[in-house]
């Protein structure tokens, strides 16, 4: 808080002591075609907001509980989501492994957590 004055400072802190009560979660989520540099943002991301990294791969089960146990985290940043089963299918002429009501349930579960 360098260049603050003490009343400024002391409000500074206040807003932080009130985020840290009130337990503030962050959830970053990098979506995008492949190639164009998600995995390297993502990383760099995570890193600078000390949070943690998760991945998911075409090895990934991709299943409601799966996406739904990944939501459940705290302090992530997501190198893509859930949000790739509604998009990919229809791109590489696969089946898709969320139903729509199922992708409903994960956004609304999103908004809630």
Not at 9 to 33: S, T
Not at 34 to 48: E, N, P, Q, R, Y
Not at 56 to 76: A, E
Not at 89 to 108: S, T
């Amino acid at each position: 808080m360098v260049g603050l004055s003490g009343k400024k400072d002391m409000q500074m802190i206040q807003l932080l002591n009130g985020l840290i009560k009130k337990e503030v979660f962050m959830r970053i989520i990098i979506e995008g075609a492949d190639g164009v540099g998600k995995s390297t943002i993502a990383k760099k991301v995570a890193d600078k907001l000390n949070l943690s990294l998760v991945h998911f791969t075409n090895k990934d089960p991709r299943d409601l509980n799966f996406y739904y146990q990944s939501l459940r985290k705290n302090n992530v940043v997501y190198d893509r989501s859930f949000l790739s089963e509604m998009i990919y299918p229809k791109i590489f002429n696969r089946p898709q492994k969320l139903k729509k009501y199922e992708f409903q349930y994960l956004l609304e579960k999103a908004k809630e957590l």
